[in-house]
């Protein structure tokens, strides 16, 4: 490693551990080493909830790990200061500071007069592109003009790395293309003195485009799946075959799972439920069914969906054995075909057999419910049981997930004012007798 | 920095008709300042001299005016430094919020007496004691809310702000005046203003005060027109009417139109809006070449040299962070000190106390629990037909919100006496007579709450109602009613607090040499007071405490949590 170049952060063994609102704790990253190499551009990659965001707080010191330390070289750590700029997704501008004073701001804490606070401001805003706006508050300005902000303030205190958490995924697509262009230039001219620059990403593309090495995450807890170096010569194409294959390696990685059972058959699995609604996933069906073998990359790229958004789908169909992933490809088991020509009810039906075989979760509410006298019980119940496993709030989105699923498939229904689920009549007599056999 | 222009920005202005305006306006300010802070020190026997000529009345409702801006003032530092201490320090955060909100609901006008006998007690023969004790009770009408409005939003900064802050080293000084002011400013400024209109009430009630048998008065408007009602003179009670409504909307326009205007550069939204508060007011002194210029030249230079001694940079933070061990020691053995006196002292005074007294304070205070409850009831069923009127309408809309602000602000306990003779005539005693008498002070919330709920209805619904063909009942009950819920709640909140605190002047009113008086623990505490029995205050405003704590807890919480979660319009 030390032949590269001189690593400026080094991040050992980082854990990070949250105690939920309920008391429970949950582990968010787990035994993460990570080293920012002089010279480079570092992308994070990971699915959303991954705490890639976490990784780049605690890099940047606003987050402390529970375990392990970060490490911080350079002139500017010896000299006692953070070294550290930080580009933020929603900009963090001060909406009642002009551009010029947010862009001062970091100067300003640094003790520099008005004078020099002035004319390194001035700088950074013409060399960012926004001459003429440093009066104009952020207000008055586009979104693309608003992260430029974000990149003067932060380039004006010259760091020596400069940390950034999804900076573009905030802006349409041609406006965050064009920024991120103008950022590259700036970088590949060594137009800035910034020494390493470290990206948080959920679009694979984007990493692929700007980064020298691509650290990707899984996700509950993180760890590093794969350190991926990126040696395509700047500027990159997205044409080229080598960066669409780079892409797809990037993606299988991100859709791979632990190995399914021989059988795959009657899979009880405590998986936390995917957040996706079934008109979703009964969405992405529709899509498949004519389409034998679909490439998700491309499909996310189709629906303009981020990976973010595609990843519970596609694990959702998954899950209730609708669908299967190889390879970063996705296609329709025998069920889902057989779903997608289905008619509505018939649908319903084949949905209420595969949730109840095949979604741990849902099983044992519709149980629960069947052995109540009067089909009845609170949310919080529900809650509770998960929370133990996925911590508070997550708990609350699977039953949101598990409540939205149970009311499609008419295997419960949900009272939104006592928060409870209930049996109606005829679920009442479809659904603990069903439920109950499975209970062995 | 944000509170004044850029250097670099700032307009060519010239020297012009706004500056001689702006400069006799600041030259009055002072005039009217030295003069009236000299009487503030006057000897007491000068007092109670009131005179009822209206040519005097300027000069009182300066004074008035001068002693709410003062307790303004504190109120807003006191805001600001125990927001800040609640926020920031865990620690004191524990006892602080809860106190916040115990103190919140004590009515305050059950210990003006005790404080004005207090504070004449530490300045003898001097009106300086007084003063303060007026002071003070505005002070307490103004202080609790703008404090939860500081702390509230100290607490929900937006996350992304506060880790620039972070990121970019700014010291506390800085993140204060960038960050903690800023994000709070439009919600203290709403909440200032509401205070301080509140106030008002308390003010007049403070200008005259009867403790142990005697009557004590302070200058000003308020005690004018209470020595107009007791010698039933007319004509100066309209003149007093007529300057204090002429008070009320000339600090509104002057003061607090230019302040929202202002304040509106703090909105958090990220897209310009439309209609912005305008105030000429604060164009009028943007314009000003004497201020920019002073500005420019003092403040500026003054503050940058300031903010960068005060904000230097220290230490990284680390050892900062924590609350000194030694400190913490001290300040918790001081709190606990303070306890066991207050403990002592409130053991002793009520050692005579019985439980049969207790009883019969409780029951007192059912009695006015019950008027509070049909006073704020009452209020509401005018107030909503007539909110909704005016607030779906809005050429009706636009003129009569300020004027329910006005009567909101204007102190109703001004005009009791003038209700008591009408409830003379009509023979009607005051048991139920003091229901009008809170209402007359507090169904104004309910209604500018209303009209503003109404106001705020989405267009769209409206559309689909009318459509759908929705009309009488069943508008109001599907569209109407769930849309103003919530600020019918609000409005009720604040009407209920008000009409507890109207209760100690309501319920034992005197009108000419009459003295009529209700059954309620409000009369209670008053003629308590009057007597100069301190153990029968304490207890009655305990109980009264109690009452109000139990009612926000039991019914204001549960049905504001309701307009939160299923009321609430997105």
């Known amino acids: 490693m030390g032949d590269v170049a001189e690593p400026l952060i080094v991040a050992e063994h980082i854990d990070k551990v949250y105690e939920m609102p309920g008391g429970s704790l949950k582990q968010v990253l787990h035994g993460i080493d990570l080293s920012v190499r002089e010279g480079e551009v570092l992308a994070v990659l990971g699915p959303s909830g991954s705490g890639k965001s976490t990784l780049l707080r605690i890099i940047a010191g606003l987050v402390a790990p529970t375990r392990g330390r970060v490490v911080r070289r350079g002139a500017m750590a010896e000299r006692g200061e953070s070294g550290v700029a930080m580009v933020f997704q929603s900009f963090a501008l001060f909406p009642w500071l002009t551009v010029q004073e947010n862009v001062e701001l970091g100067l300003r804490a640094q003790g520099l007069g008005p004078e020099e606070r002035q004319e390194r401001a001035l700088r950074a805003i013409d060399m960012i592109g926004l001459d003429g706006f440093e009066g104009a508050y952020p207000k008055e300005l586009s979104g693309g003009m608003r992260q430029r902000v974000g990149f003067a303030r932060a380039l004006v205190v010259d760091p020596d790395v400069l940390l950034m958490d999804e900076p573009f995924s905030a802006l349409d697509v041609l406006t965050a293309e064009n920024l991120r262009r103008d950022l590259l230039e700036l970088w590949l001219e060594r137009r800035i003195p910034t020494k390493a620059i470290v ?50 390696q990037i993606y299988s990685l991100l859709t791979r799972r632990a190995p399914e059972p021989a059988t795959g058959q009657a899979r009880r699995r405590p998986d936390p439920v995917p957040p996706v609604r079934s008109g979703l996933l009964n969405g992405l069906v529709e899509l498949l069914e004519d389409a034998p073998r679909e490439d998700i990359y491309r499909l ?24 299967r992933v190889q390879e970063g490809d996705i296609e329709l088991t025998e069920i889902g075909r057989r779903y997608a020509a289905a008619s509505l009810l018939e649908r319903k039906e084949i949905f209420r057999t595969q949730a109840l075989e095949r979604c741990l979760q849902l099983a044992q ?4 419910l069947g052995q109540k006298a009067n089909g009845r019980m609170n949310r919080e ?29 008419e295997l419960f229904a949900y009272d939104q004012e006592s928060r409870q689920l209930y049996l109606e009549r005829e679920e009442a007599a479809r659904a603990p007798a069903g439920a109950e056999e499975r209970e062995d | 920095m944000s509170w004044f222009p850029a250097p670099g920005l700032t307009r060519r202005v010239r020297l012009g008709w706004v500056d001689l305006v702006v400069f006799a306006a600041v030259l009055l300010l002072l005039l009217a300042v030295v003069r009236l802070g000299g009487r503030l020190t006057a000897p007491l026997h000068a007092l109670g001299t009131i005179s009822l000529s209206p040519s005097a009345l300027p000069l009182y409702a300066g004074e008035s005016l001068l002693r709410i801006f003062i307790a303004f003032f504190a109120s807003l530092v006191f805001a600001v430094g125990y927001g800040y201490a609640a926020a920031k320090s865990p620690w004191a955060g524990r006892v602080l919020v809860p106190l916040l909100d115990i103190l919140q609901s004590v009515p305050v006008l059950g210990f003006l007496a005790a404080t004005v006998a207090f504070f004449a007690g530490l300045f003898p023969g001097s009106s300086l004691g007084l003063e303060i004790a007026s002071v003070f009770a505005i002070f307490t009408a103004q202080a609790w809310n703008m404090t939860f409005a500081f ?14 802050c972070h990121v970019y080293r700014l010291s506390r000084w800085s993140r204060l005046w960038y960050l903690e002011l800023p994000s709070s400013a439009i919600s203290l400024v709403l909440n200032s203003m509401m205070s301080f209109g509140g106030s008002w009430f308390f003010l007049a009630a403070s200008e005259t005060v009867t403790f142990s048998g005697r009557t004590v008065l302070l200058p000003g408007i308020g005690s004018f027109m209470a020595l107009a009602e007791r010698r039933g ?14 008070l009320i909307v000339v600090v509104d326009q002057l003061f607090w139109r230019p302040i929202i205007a202002w304040s509106q550069r703090f909105k958090m939204e990220q897209t310009p809006s439309a209609d912005e508060p305008q105030s000429f007011v604060l164009t009028l002194l943007r314009r000003s070449w004497l201020l920019e210029s002073v500005q420019r030249a003092a403040l500026r230079p003054a503050w940058e040299r300031f903010s960068r001694y005060v904000s230097r940079p220290r230490a990284p933070a680390g050892a900062a962070g924590r609350p000194n061990a030694f400190w913490r020691i001290l300040l918790s053995a001081l709190a606990l000190g303070l306890l ?6 409130g053991a002793q005074l009520l050692a005579g106390i019985g439980l049969k007294d207790v009883l019969h304070v409780a029951y007192l205070g059912i009695l006015t629990m019950l008027r509070v409850a049909t006073a704020v009831l009452l209020g509401a069923v005018w107030t909503v037909p007539v909110g909704v009127a005016i607030g779906t309408s809005a050429r009706v809309g636009r003129w009569a919100q300020p004027l329910a602000q006005i009567a909101a602000s204007f102190p109703a306990n001004m005009l009791f006496p003038i209700v008591v003779a009408w409830l003379l005539a009509l023979h009607t005693g005051l048991d139920l007579g003091a229901i009008p008498l809170m ?21 769209d619904l409206k559309e689909a109602a009318r459509i759908f063909d929705l009309r009488g009942i069943l508008r109001w009950t599907r569209l109407t009613l769930p849309a103003i819920f919530p600020s019918l709640v609000t409005g009720g909140i604040t009407a209920a607090g008000g009409a507890w605190n109207a209760s100690i002047v309501a319920e034992l009113v005197s009108w000419h040499q009459r003295t009529l008086a209700a059954q309620g623990l409000g009369a209670y505490i008053t003629l308590a007071t009057a007597h100069g029995q301190g153990a029968d205050v304490l207890l009655g405003i305990a109980v009264m405490s109690v009452l109000v704590i139990a009612m926000n807890r039991l019914v204001w919480r549960p049905l504001y949590r309701l307009a939160q979660t299923r009321y609430h319009l997105e």
Do not use: C, K
Not at chain 1, 307 to 313: A, F, G, Q, R, T
């Open chain 1, 199 to 248: 990206i948080v990403t959920h679009s694979i593309e984007e990493a692929v485009y700007l980064a020298d090495r691509a650290v990707v995450l899984s996700r509950d807890p993180a760890e590093v799946l794969a350190d991926v170096p990126i040696t395509l010569p700047h500027w990159r194409d997205r044409e080229d075959r080598r960066f669409a294959g780079l892409v797809d």
């Open chain 1, 300 to 323: 996310g790229e189709e629906l303009q969906f981020e990976i973010d958004d595609l990843l519970p789908v596609v694990e959702g169909l998954e899950l209730l054995g609708l669908a």
């Open chain 1, 365 to 368: 509410i519709a149980r629960v």
């Open chain 1, 381 to 409: 119940f529900f809650v509770d049981a998960l929370e133990q496993n996925f911590g508070e709030e997550e708990a609350e989105r699977q039953v949101d997930t598990l409540i939205d699923w149970g009311r499609y498939a």
């Open chain 2, 151 to 164: 702390y509230h939003t100290l607490v929900a900064l937006p996350r992304d702000l506060e880790e620039a």
């Open chain 2, 233 to 246: 003179d007319t004509q100066a009670m309209i003149w007093a009417v007529a300057v204090m409504i002429v």
């Open chain 2, 340 to 345: 066991a006196l207050a403990l002592r002292e």
């Open chain 2, 439 to 459: 209402m007359l002070g507090t169904q104004w919330y309910i209604l500018f709450n209303v009209i503003a709920g109404a106001m705020a209805i989405p267009q």
